[in-house]
T-cell receptor
Framework: AQRVTQPEKLLSVFKGAPVELKCNYS??????LFWYVQYSRQRLQLLLR??SRESIKGFTADLNKGETSFHLKKPFAQEEDSAMYYC??????????FGTGTQLKVEL | DTGVSQDPRHKITKRGQNVTFRCDPI?????LYWYRQTLGQGPEFLTY????????KSRLLSDRFSAERPKGSFSTLEIQRTEQGDSAMYLC??????????????FGQGTRLTVV
């Protein structure tokens, strides 16, 4: 069975500080992993996916198959980064298994 | 096309009543997904369609739940004899299938169901 674990419900950082949102997964096949973000009163939207290896809004995430992790990182947090972040794993049919989410709060 | 749209945005119903939600996907997307999200949890997969065919249903989808996508475009999710435990946000998403370009899932804003 596939599973995604986000150990932190809430992460609070100061503006300008580095951010790391943790995500671990369990999957028997070759994983396809995503980070989705939900800003206040907005719909869930894709932030980045591991196969594109892009940096979006300064965020990056590297797939570590040895540690089965896909942590989301940003070197300098901005106030507008405050949001709910979900790590997700795509299985058959591209259906997504989500973690429970981490609320990121960037304080001034 | 402004993205995936869901209707209604909010629904309050009495226990035991039937409710139906509608999802209009992005027009060129052949896959459509339904998810349910409760407080403090991430979205949980319910079912998905490729065109008009319902290809998979989660064990979360009890026999009181039924979903259709009759013409491969919009979809409906019906819950019969609602229970308080059905209270949740119901999310719809659409995507292209693999091999036809990006498979990113685009989400609607959801329908929040409250069963009283």
């Amino acid at each position: 069975a596939q599973r995604v674990t986000q150990p932190e419900k809430l992460l609070s950082v100061f503006k300008g500080a580095p951010v790391e949102l943790k995500c671990n997964y369990s999957y028997s096949g070759s994983p396809e992993l995503f980070w989705y973000v939900q800003y206040s009163r907005q719909r869930l939207q894709l932030l980045l996916r591991h196969i594109s290896r892009e940096s979006i809004k300064g965020f990056t995430a590297d797939l570590n198959k040895g540690e089965t992790s896909f942590h989301l990182k940003k070197p300098f947090a901005q106030e507008e980064d405050s949001a709910m972040y979900y790590c997700a794993l795509a299985g058959g049919g591209n259906k997504l298994t989500f973690g429970t989410g981490t609320q990121l709060k960037v304080e001034l | 096309d402004t993205g995936v749209s869901q209707d209604p945005r909010h629904k309050i119903t009495k226990r035991g009543q039937n409710v139906t939600f509608r999802c209009d996907p992005i027009s060129e997307h052949n896959r459509l997904y339904w998810y349910r999200q409760t407080l403090g949890q991430g979205p949980e997969f319910l079912t998905y369609f490729q065109n008009e065919a319902q290809l998979e249903k989660s064990r979360l989808l009890s026999d009181r739940f039924s979903a259709e996508r009759p013409k491969g475009s919009f979809s409906t999710l019906e819950i019969q004899r609602t229970e308080q435990g059905d209270s949740a946000m119901y999310l719809c998403a659409s995507s292209r299938s693999a091999g036809t370009g990006g498979t990113e899932a685009f989400f609607g804003q959801g329908t929040r169901l409250t069963v009283v």
